[in-house]
């Protein structure tokens, strides 16, 4: 409309744009320095005499014969065995996202469409349900657990993190159904189908964005989880972000840290790919609920 | 939509709810109020030339008889409740009597560990939330004035300290901050003094967590504001322009009271998300000057070879009651314009 005016430099822009280059330094640099300094060995990544080793990689080329190395990576992933964890995540993660969406959808749809008073109860209760802390839950379930043997095992674990979640996914689906026509599925009824039949055959076919953008917050919940994967999972069992905790008491001892940052950047490399690929649906589904509300 | 269809959609959603978070929730109360069976111990007398000897040794077959019997332990009361572990009754009040000042009074107190914790969690929670809607609005005005190109790569690098694992995040900034990382031996050379160190001291410690919080928060209330800003109405602030107002003035009478709503949104779950804090502690190693509620949980559940159900119990029931005070207001609230909703 009016670009003159917006392309023009007013001081109020210049400091927006400082502002906003601070920030981008602030949110940036600790991951790329990470990033770098996994492929350095030790004496570069934490070296006090000079930050610049760990750019150029001084000892690393003393050690190793080369300024890059993937030793930390090879120790991680082959000596301290960080693919089990790797696997055990995927599992965790692949299940919980499925069962969390199946219900969801479900429940959410449900909440959606009808009109009693009880809906609007149990979208209270979620609320009330998503403000505990997961440590509380966690430490009501021990002893049950123990008491039935399933401690440790991973469909505990994600049975467990699908309740969790519930509350957020229920929420977050019932306000993306509010926002499909009702008429859609009234007139389908009016066709002759039954509930289940308008769901099966006019909801699901247009209900994917919305189904993949609740996927992906369930998909962080699972991975980042760490109070109930570390509580609930045997050793042989655990899954990356209590694996990485874990290790960090082990190879501090050891002198091995490295082990533990380039742990450390393989857990976060999926995610950065996450954000990459779904940036507008992971923004979107941030602002679904606040936007509206 | 008939009751029994409504049912059948959402019966496996509520009933995880029920099973995995309502139940628990119960099922926590009832630990606070039992405590464990204390082991039968028989003591024997061994004699030999050399004189007697008497040994204690537990009796695991009656320990485990006993168990079997009432598997939750004894029945307690609200003896856990008011134990040193927790409120510490006994101990305040003689506290109270035995100092001089209020000063010594509020430090004795600190060393019991739920008000530690407490102290702990409810400073991090209200300075982290107002810093991260404060510090994310002027972010989200920053780039809401950026050329259309950078939008994009803005919001991916925004985005990162907040998808990224709070365990992984934080132990990234604990590295740099490491007298030996870049940001702590920086921080060294530029005091010249090598004994700095960000973990020793508990106010920098302090500090060092909640600075966490902020960088790990600010994405999410930058995004949501941002969303917001490109909902303000384009007429109203035109209309303003029109009056004589200025930028600021802008800002301040038409976009603010704009996003409101927002803000509210964004403080109801930073409260809760703050309030578990846990990760960044164990990521930073910082117990020793800085405990919250999920992290006294967590050790009395970590406790040895015997976790302290009956503790931890009642350390989460505390938590459940401060959150449910956390929330009374937007509860009311909802409740109030549903009805207005339902009444018109």
Known sequence: MNTKIENKLTPVRIIAFVFVALWLIVAMFPFIWTLWGSFKVQADFFSKADWANAIFGFHTEKQTGNFFTIDGYYGSWIEEEFWRAVINTSIVVFFTVLISLTFGTLGGYALARSTYRYAFWILMAGLIFRAMPHMTLVSGYLQPFFAWNVWGILPTTIIVLVAINQPFTLWMLHSFFLNIPKDLDESAMCDGCNRFQAFRYVIIPIMWPGVITTGLFSFLLAYNDFTVTSMLLSDENETMIPAIASFLGTVQEEGKVMYAVAAVVSATAPLFFLVMFFQRQIVSGLTAGAVKG | ?344
Request: hydrophobic share 50%; proline share 5%.
């Open chain 2, 1 to 344: 939509m008939k009751h029994s269809t409504f049912l059948l959609f959402t019966l496996p959603s509520l009933s995880v709810m029920f099973l995995f978070i309502a139940i628990p929730i119960v099922s926590v109360f009832i630990q606070s109020l039992h405590i464990e069976h204390k082991q039968v111990i028989i003591v024997s007398e061994n004699c030999d030339p050399f004189g007697c000897e008497t040994t204690t040794s537990v009796d695991t077959e009656a320990s485990t008889k006993l168990k079997e019997k009432a598997p939750l332990g004894k029945f307690n009361g609200f003896k856990t409740y008011s134990n040193r572990m927790h409120f510490a009754f006994d101990e305040i009040g003689e506290a109270w009597n035995s100092s001089d000042s209020f000063i010594a009074f509020v430090k004795k107190i600190y060393n019991y560990p739920l008000y530690r914790a407490l102290s702990f969690t409810l400073t991090y929670t209200f300075v982290v939330t107002p810093f991260v809607l404060f510090l994310g609005f002027l972010v989200a005005l920053g780039v809401n004035n950026l050329p259309k190109l950078l939008k994009g790569p803005t919001i991916f690098a925004s985005l990162l300290p907040m998808i990224v694992t709070p365990l992984v995040g934080s132990l990234i900034l604990f590295w740099m901050v490491d007298g030996d990382g870049v940001i702590g031996a920086t921080l060294q050379k530029i005091f010249n003094d090598n004994s700095l160190s960000l973990k020793a001291s508990p106010v920098l410690t302090w500090v060092m967590l909640m600075v966490y919080g902020i960088w790990h928060l600010m994405p999410f209330s930058f995004i949501v504001f941002y969303a917001g800003l490109q909902t303000v109405p384009h007429e109203t602030i035109e209309a303003a322009t029109i009056d004589g107002a200025s930028k600021f003035q802008r800002t301040r009478h038409v976009v603010i009271p704009h996003l409101m709503p927002l803000a509210i949104f964004i403080t109801l779950i930073l409260l809760m998300d703050n309030f578990r804090v846990f990760e960044p502690i164990i990521s930073f190693r910082a117990e020793a000057h800085a405990t919250s509620i999920s992290w006294l949980i967590w050790n009395h559940l970590r406790e040895s070879a015997y976790p302290l159900y009956n503790a931890a119990g009642a350390t989460s029931m505390i938590t459940i009651f401060c959150v449910g005070i956390l929330l009374l207001p937007v509860l009311i609230r909802t409740w109030r314009d549903f009805n207005e909703k339902n009444k018109g």
